[in-house]
C-alpha cells in the first residue's frame, strides 16, 4: 500500500511537518498522514466518518504518536478509528 503523491495537503503540528489526505477506498473514508521529512517511514491510517473537519487531522496525530506511532522507522501502516469523538484502537 503506497502513499498517495496527489492531493496532499500540509500541516504543522507540534513543530514537526507531516502531509496528509482523506481518500474513500472500497465504501469506506479514510484519513492518511506520513511525516513530511520522513523516507519511506510508517503512516498512519485513520478511519473516519462521511462527514470529517480539519480538527480531527491534529487528534489523530497526537493519538497515534502516544499510541506507537512511528513515521521515522520503516514499518506497517498505524491504524485507529475515530469514534464517537475520538480516535481509537482497531479490533484486530
Excluded at 511537518?17 to 479514510?30: D, F, L, M, V
Amino acid at each position: 500500500m503506497s502513499f498517495p503523491t496527489k492531493g496532499l495537503k500540509a500541516i504543522n503540528h507540534r513543530d514537526t511537518h507531516y502531509r496528509w489526505i482523506y481518500r474513500n477506498r472500497a465504501g469506506k473514508n479514510e484519513l492518511w498522514v506520513e511525516m513530511s521529512a520522513s523516507a519511506a517511514g510508517q503512516h498512519l491510517i485513520a478511519d473516519v466518518p462521511k462527514v470529517v473537519n480539519h480538527e480531527m487531522v491534529p487528534l489523530a496525530i497526537d493519538y497515534a504518536r502516544a499510541h506507537g506511532w512511528d513515521p521515522i522507522k520503516s514499518a506497517p501502516p498505524f491504524r485507529c478509528k475515530y469514534l464517537k469523538g475520538s480516535f481509537v484502537a482497531i479490533d484486530s
